[in-house]
């Protein structure tokens, strides 16, 4: 669904800008320029049973970003704006990516699975978007956000599984992505997905 307002020139060119960043095709951080040197703190790699680690995955949150990101902490430092995304794991194979740009989010949900120490994330077709109305900023009666859901096309990305201290860590075959395990609190996190993306995804 759509709200619609009519917005000046250059809050038209913002939304445009905004359109752009947060995209649907890929609502994880971007790939391009990879480092493709090895990361050499790949090599503690996880032991557990495929069947032990889908369930040490479930009930998550984990922070998505480039691997120049990552910290000595074994966390990722997001100092930009349009560089994050969170993946939670649920309980019944499910999964939701959301994706992060300024005010403007991007979530597309899937399946996953473990199949011989490979993490295999496969996407659906929905995105639902958030994108911030820049019309608020001059009229506080308008509407906070516009929402829509969106076809896209599926896709599926896989993971190699290492340890990071004691958090598991995902790192995309193509070594453009890192995952690492949270302490953030997955049933608030499902919550605010059902409050700003879920109820408006087409059933």
Known sequence: MFFK???SPLQSLILLI???LVSCNDASPSGK???TSTDTA???VVTYSDVTLEWNMQGKVYEVGRPHLMTDSCSLHFACDCCMAKIAFNSDG?????SYCMS??????GVFNVDDGIVELSYDSTCVRRLYNWENEVDTSAVDFFYSDTL???RTLKYNVSMCGDKVRLSSLDRSEIAMETDENFAEFMEY??????KYASK
């Open 152 to 154: 896209v096309p599926p």
């Open 5 to 7: 307002s009519l917005l």
């Open 18 to 20: 905004a359109l752009t």
């Open 104 to 109: 403007d989010q991007a979530m597309r949900s």
């Open 193 to 198: 997905l059902q409050r700003e993306h879920l």
């Open 42 to 44: 790949t090599q503690n």
């Open 33 to 35: 320029n990879a480092p």
């Open 94 to 98: 499910s999964f939701y990516d959301m």
